[in-house]
Protein backbone atom coordinates (compact mmCIF):
# COMPACT_ATOMS: atom_id res chain seq x y z
CA UNK A 1 0.00 0.00 0.00
CA UNK A 2 1.17 3.24 -1.15
CA UNK A 3 -1.57 5.64 0.28
CA UNK A 4 -0.11 8.63 1.28
CA UNK A 5 -2.29 12.10 3.05
CA UNK A 6 -0.21 15.27 3.54
CA UNK A 7 -1.89 18.35 5.10
CA UNK A 8 -2.89 20.73 2.20
CA UNK A 9 -1.61 23.78 3.79
CA UNK A 10 0.97 22.54 6.05
CA UNK A 11 1.83 26.21 6.93
CA UNK A 12 -1.70 27.69 8.14
CA UNK A 13 -3.87 24.57 8.26
CA UNK A 14 -1.44 21.82 9.35
CA UNK A 15 -4.62 19.56 11.06
CA UNK A 16 -7.67 20.20 8.49
CA UNK A 17 -7.51 18.93 5.03
CA UNK A 18 -5.40 16.30 3.73
CA UNK A 19 -4.90 15.30 0.14
CA UNK A 20 -4.72 11.63 -0.23
CA UNK A 21 -1.86 10.34 -3.26
CA UNK A 22 -0.99 6.87 -3.90
CA UNK A 23 -4.61 5.09 -4.17
CA UNK A 24 -7.33 4.47 -6.45
CA UNK A 25 -10.38 4.26 -4.91
CA UNK A 26 -12.38 3.18 -7.52
CA UNK A 27 -11.67 -0.64 -6.85
CA UNK A 28 -12.20 -2.43 -3.84
CA UNK A 29 -10.45 -1.32 -0.53
CA UNK A 30 -8.55 -3.92 1.45
CA UNK A 31 -9.40 -3.21 5.37
CA UNK A 32 -6.29 -1.45 6.30
CA UNK A 33 -7.04 0.78 3.18
CA UNK A 34 -10.53 1.58 4.15
CA UNK A 35 -8.84 1.89 7.99
CA UNK A 36 -6.23 4.10 7.01
CA UNK A 37 -8.45 6.35 5.34
CA UNK A 38 -10.70 6.41 8.44
CA UNK A 39 -7.76 7.15 10.37
CA UNK A 40 -7.13 10.07 7.98
CA UNK A 41 -10.86 11.30 7.92
CA UNK A 42 -10.15 11.45 12.17
CA UNK A 43 -7.56 13.44 11.87
CA UNK A 44 -7.49 16.18 9.03
CA UNK A 45 -11.71 16.21 8.99
CA UNK A 46 -11.60 16.75 4.95
CA UNK A 47 -9.58 14.70 2.42
CA UNK A 48 -9.03 15.29 -1.03
CA UNK A 49 -8.48 12.50 -3.39
CA UNK A 50 -7.84 13.65 -7.52
CA UNK A 51 -8.39 11.71 -10.71
CA UNK A 52 -11.30 9.34 -9.13
CA UNK A 53 -13.55 7.83 -12.26
CA UNK A 54 -15.88 7.02 -10.20
CA UNK A 55 -19.28 5.66 -11.47
CA UNK A 56 -22.57 5.44 -9.17
CA UNK A 57 -21.82 2.66 -8.51
CA UNK A 58 -18.18 2.22 -7.40
CA UNK A 59 -18.85 5.06 -5.74
CA UNK A 60 -21.52 3.98 -3.54
CA UNK A 61 -18.81 0.48 -3.03
CA UNK A 62 -16.40 2.70 -1.96
CA UNK A 63 -18.69 5.08 0.46
CA UNK A 64 -20.26 1.50 2.24
CA UNK A 65 -16.72 1.42 3.46
CA UNK A 66 -17.52 3.53 6.17
CA UNK A 67 -20.81 2.99 7.00
CA UNK A 68 -24.50 2.73 5.73
CA UNK A 69 -25.64 5.17 2.89
CA UNK A 70 -28.29 7.79 3.59
CA UNK A 71 -31.54 7.98 1.51
CA UNK A 72 -31.13 11.08 -0.92
CA UNK A 73 -35.17 11.98 -0.05
CA UNK A 74 -34.42 14.94 2.09
CA UNK A 75 -35.20 17.51 -0.96
CA UNK A 76 -38.06 18.49 -2.49
CA UNK A 77 -40.87 16.25 -2.58
CA UNK A 78 -41.27 16.21 -6.61
CA UNK A 79 -39.95 12.47 -7.18
CA UNK A 80 -40.66 12.98 -10.70
CA UNK A 81 -37.54 15.22 -11.50
CA UNK A 82 -35.32 12.28 -9.43
CA UNK A 83 -32.44 11.84 -12.09
CA UNK A 84 -29.90 9.63 -9.76
CA UNK A 85 -30.64 6.42 -7.75
CA UNK A 86 -32.06 6.87 -4.09
CA UNK A 87 -29.13 6.62 -2.96
CA UNK A 88 -27.19 9.62 -4.57
CA UNK A 89 -28.23 12.73 -3.56
CA UNK A 90 -27.92 15.17 -7.06
CA UNK A 91 -25.84 17.84 -6.38
CA UNK A 92 -26.07 19.50 -10.15
CA UNK A 93 -28.01 22.15 -12.22
CA UNK A 94 -30.21 19.35 -14.15
CA UNK A 95 -33.06 18.22 -15.05
CA UNK A 96 -33.99 14.52 -15.50
CA UNK A 97 -33.43 15.54 -19.11
CA UNK A 98 -30.03 16.10 -18.44
CA UNK A 99 -30.70 20.47 -19.12
CA UNK A 100 -29.81 23.32 -17.32
CA UNK A 101 -32.22 24.45 -14.59
CA UNK A 102 -34.12 27.60 -15.53
CA UNK A 103 -33.28 30.28 -13.24
CA UNK A 104 -36.89 30.29 -11.75
CA UNK A 105 -36.78 26.31 -11.46
CA UNK A 106 -37.91 25.81 -7.47
CA UNK A 107 -35.86 23.24 -6.85
CA UNK A 108 -32.58 25.39 -8.38
CA UNK A 109 -33.72 28.30 -6.09
CA UNK A 110 -34.10 25.41 -3.17
CA UNK A 111 -30.34 24.31 -3.98
CA UNK A 112 -29.07 27.72 -3.32
CA UNK A 113 -29.29 27.08 0.37
CA UNK A 114 -26.14 25.49 0.32
CA UNK A 115 -24.10 28.53 -0.02
CA UNK A 116 -24.85 29.56 3.25
CA UNK A 117 -22.58 27.29 6.08
CA UNK A 118 -24.12 23.98 6.98
CA UNK A 119 -23.27 20.31 7.88
CA UNK A 120 -25.53 17.78 5.96
CA UNK A 121 -28.51 16.52 7.06
CA UNK A 122 -28.40 18.43 10.65
CA UNK A 123 -32.21 18.80 10.20
CA UNK A 124 -32.08 14.81 10.36
CA UNK A 125 -32.94 12.70 14.20
CA UNK A 126 -30.02 11.09 12.98
CA UNK A 127 -27.42 13.31 11.43
CA UNK A 128 -24.64 12.15 8.24
CA UNK A 129 -21.17 10.65 9.38
CA UNK A 130 -19.51 11.87 6.18
CA UNK A 131 -20.72 13.20 3.02
CA UNK A 132 -18.62 12.00 -0.47
CA UNK A 133 -18.97 14.79 -3.42
CA UNK A 134 -17.68 13.62 -6.76
CA UNK A 135 -17.01 16.11 -9.41
CA UNK A 136 -18.53 14.71 -12.50
CA UNK A 137 -18.56 18.18 -14.58
CA UNK A 138 -17.14 21.35 -13.53
CA UNK A 139 -18.25 24.73 -14.83
CA UNK A 140 -14.90 26.60 -16.36
CA UNK A 141 -14.17 29.14 -13.13
CA UNK A 142 -16.26 29.76 -9.53
CA UNK A 143 -18.24 26.69 -7.91
CA UNK A 144 -15.64 26.34 -4.94
CA UNK A 145 -16.62 24.11 -1.81
CA UNK A 146 -15.33 25.71 1.32
CA UNK A 147 -14.75 23.81 4.30
CA UNK A 148 -14.30 25.23 7.92
CA UNK A 149 -13.26 23.04 11.03
CA UNK A 150 -15.22 22.95 14.11
CA UNK A 151 -12.64 21.46 16.08
CA UNK A 152 -10.87 24.53 16.08
CA UNK A 153 -13.80 26.60 16.30
CA UNK A 154 -14.69 25.27 19.76
CA UNK A 155 -10.35 25.22 20.89
CA UNK A 156 -10.42 28.25 20.28
CA UNK A 157 -13.88 30.13 22.20
CA UNK A 158 -13.30 31.51 25.02
CA UNK A 159 -14.14 29.46 28.68
CA UNK A 160 -16.95 31.65 29.54
CA UNK A 161 -18.57 30.67 26.05
CA UNK A 162 -17.17 28.02 26.13
CA UNK A 163 -19.65 26.82 29.63
CA UNK A 164 -22.40 28.56 28.11
CA UNK A 165 -22.77 26.56 24.57
CA UNK A 166 -22.25 23.20 26.50
CA UNK A 167 -25.57 22.39 27.64
CA UNK A 168 -27.85 23.95 25.04
CA UNK A 169 -29.98 22.57 22.50
CA UNK A 170 -30.65 23.94 19.05
CA UNK A 171 -33.60 23.04 16.59
CA UNK A 172 -32.93 22.51 12.74
CA UNK A 173 -35.11 22.02 9.73
CA UNK A 174 -34.33 23.53 5.96
CA UNK A 175 -37.46 25.73 6.63
CA UNK A 176 -35.04 27.86 8.54
CA UNK A 177 -31.95 27.75 6.56
CA UNK A 178 -34.17 28.12 3.34
CA UNK A 179 -35.99 31.35 5.29
CA UNK A 180 -32.74 32.86 5.33
CA UNK A 181 -32.59 33.33 1.50
CA UNK A 182 -36.01 34.08 1.38
CA UNK A 183 -36.66 30.71 -0.01
CA UNK A 184 -40.26 29.58 1.49
CA UNK A 185 -42.31 28.31 -1.37
CA UNK A 186 -42.91 24.94 0.57
CA UNK A 187 -46.13 22.23 -0.02
CA UNK A 188 -48.07 21.19 3.39
CA UNK A 189 -46.55 18.10 2.76
CA UNK A 190 -43.16 19.17 2.58
CA UNK A 191 -43.88 21.81 5.71
CA UNK A 192 -44.27 18.35 7.85
CA UNK A 193 -41.45 16.70 6.40
CA UNK A 194 -39.31 19.72 7.38
CA UNK A 195 -40.19 19.87 10.67
CA UNK A 196 -37.33 21.13 12.99
CA UNK A 197 -35.40 18.38 14.96
CA UNK A 198 -33.37 18.57 18.30
CA UNK A 199 -29.21 18.28 17.91
CA UNK A 200 -27.11 19.53 20.59
CA UNK A 201 -24.57 22.60 19.89
CA UNK A 202 -21.48 20.83 21.28
CA UNK A 203 -20.47 17.49 20.25
CA UNK A 204 -17.98 15.14 21.03
CA UNK A 205 -16.35 12.88 18.04
CA UNK A 206 -17.13 9.16 18.57
CA UNK A 207 -13.28 7.98 17.63
CA UNK A 208 -11.04 11.12 18.29
CA UNK A 209 -13.07 12.61 21.80
CA UNK A 210 -12.46 16.16 20.49
CA UNK A 211 -14.97 18.40 20.91
CA UNK A 212 -16.41 20.80 18.15
CA UNK A 213 -19.61 23.04 17.44
CA UNK A 214 -22.15 21.41 15.93
CA UNK A 215 -23.80 24.56 14.15
CA UNK A 216 -25.58 24.61 10.66
CA UNK A 217 -27.77 27.64 8.60
CA UNK A 218 -30.26 24.80 9.19
CA UNK A 219 -30.04 25.76 13.44
CA UNK A 220 -32.86 28.25 13.72
CA UNK A 221 -34.22 28.44 17.57
CA UNK A 222 -32.26 27.23 20.72
CA UNK A 223 -34.67 25.24 23.12
CA UNK A 224 -35.41 27.60 26.13
CA UNK A 225 -33.91 31.00 24.49
CA UNK A 226 -36.00 33.57 22.76
CA UNK A 227 -35.68 33.24 18.96
CA UNK A 228 -34.34 36.24 17.88
CA UNK A 229 -31.64 35.73 20.83
CA UNK A 230 -31.09 32.30 19.70
CA UNK A 231 -30.67 33.43 16.44
CA UNK A 232 -28.01 36.45 17.24
CA UNK A 233 -26.25 33.84 19.19
CA UNK A 234 -25.82 31.52 16.63
CA UNK A 235 -24.52 33.85 13.99
CA UNK A 236 -21.53 34.68 16.33
CA UNK A 237 -21.21 31.58 16.31
CA UNK A 238 -20.70 31.43 12.94
CA UNK A 239 -18.97 34.06 12.41
CA UNK A 240 -16.35 33.06 14.77
CA UNK A 241 -16.20 29.44 12.97
CA UNK A 242 -15.79 30.39 9.48
CA UNK A 243 -13.12 33.01 10.03
CA UNK A 244 -9.98 32.38 7.11
CA UNK A 245 -7.85 30.83 9.25
CA UNK A 246 -10.31 28.06 9.73
CA UNK A 247 -11.43 27.86 6.46
CA UNK A 248 -10.13 25.56 3.38
CA UNK A 249 -11.37 26.29 -0.25
CA UNK A 250 -11.30 23.26 -2.35
CA UNK A 251 -11.32 24.25 -6.16
CA UNK A 252 -12.49 21.77 -7.90
CA UNK A 253 -10.89 19.15 -11.49
CA UNK A 254 -12.91 16.82 -12.68
CA UNK A 255 -13.05 13.55 -10.88
CA UNK A 256 -12.11 14.82 -7.45
CA UNK A 257 -13.61 13.25 -4.98
CA UNK A 258 -13.79 15.00 -1.82
CA UNK A 259 -14.93 13.55 1.84
CA UNK A 260 -15.80 15.68 5.22
CA UNK A 261 -16.99 14.42 8.55
CA UNK A 262 -20.09 16.52 8.97
CA UNK A 263 -19.37 15.79 12.69
CA UNK A 264 -16.43 18.07 12.55
CA UNK A 265 -16.86 20.65 9.81
CA UNK A 266 -18.96 22.95 8.11
CA UNK A 267 -19.47 23.43 4.58
CA UNK A 268 -20.84 25.66 1.95
CA UNK A 269 -20.61 26.10 -1.69
CA UNK A 270 -19.60 29.39 -4.10
CA UNK A 271 -21.40 30.73 -6.78
CA UNK A 272 -21.06 29.71 -10.61
CA UNK A 273 -22.30 30.84 -14.02
CA UNK A 274 -25.44 29.10 -13.76
CA UNK A 275 -25.71 28.61 -17.71
CA UNK A 276 -22.75 26.31 -17.47
CA UNK A 277 -23.37 22.84 -16.32
CA UNK A 278 -22.25 21.46 -12.98
CA UNK A 279 -22.79 17.80 -11.99
CA UNK A 280 -21.57 16.54 -8.81
CA UNK A 281 -22.89 13.44 -6.81
CA UNK A 282 -22.69 13.34 -3.38
CA UNK A 283 -23.26 9.73 -1.50
CA UNK A 284 -23.54 10.22 2.34
CA UNK A 285 -22.98 7.93 5.33
CA UNK A 286 -25.12 7.62 8.08
CA UNK A 287 -24.14 9.07 11.31
CA UNK A 288 -24.94 5.94 14.04
CA UNK A 289 -27.20 7.88 16.72
CA UNK A 290 -28.56 11.38 17.47
CA UNK A 291 -26.53 14.39 18.56
CA UNK A 292 -28.90 14.06 21.96
CA UNK A 293 -28.12 10.23 22.54
CA UNK A 294 -24.58 11.37 21.88
CA UNK A 295 -24.48 13.30 24.52
CA UNK A 296 -26.69 11.13 26.97
FE1 LIG B 1 -23.96 20.25 1.88
Known amino acids: MTLSIKPIDPVSRPFFAGEVSGIDITRPLTKEEAAAIEAGMDQYGVLVFHDQHFTDETQMAFSRNFG ?15 RLGVHIADISNLDANNNVLAREN ?13 SDSSFKVVPAKFSLLSARIIPSA ?3 TEFADMRAAWDTLDEETKAECEPLVCEHSQLYSRAQIGFGDFTDE ?3 AFAPVQQRLVRTHPSTGRKSLYLASHAGT ?20 TQRKFVYSHKWSQWD ?34 TMAEAA
Open 142 to 144: GGN
Open 222 to 241: IVGWPVPEARAFLRDLIEHA
Open 68 to 82: ELELATNNLRDTKEQ
Open 106 to 118: RRRLFSLGTRLWH
Open 190 to 192: ERR
Open 257 to 290: LVVWDNRATMHRSRPFNSAEVRDMHRTTVAGQRS
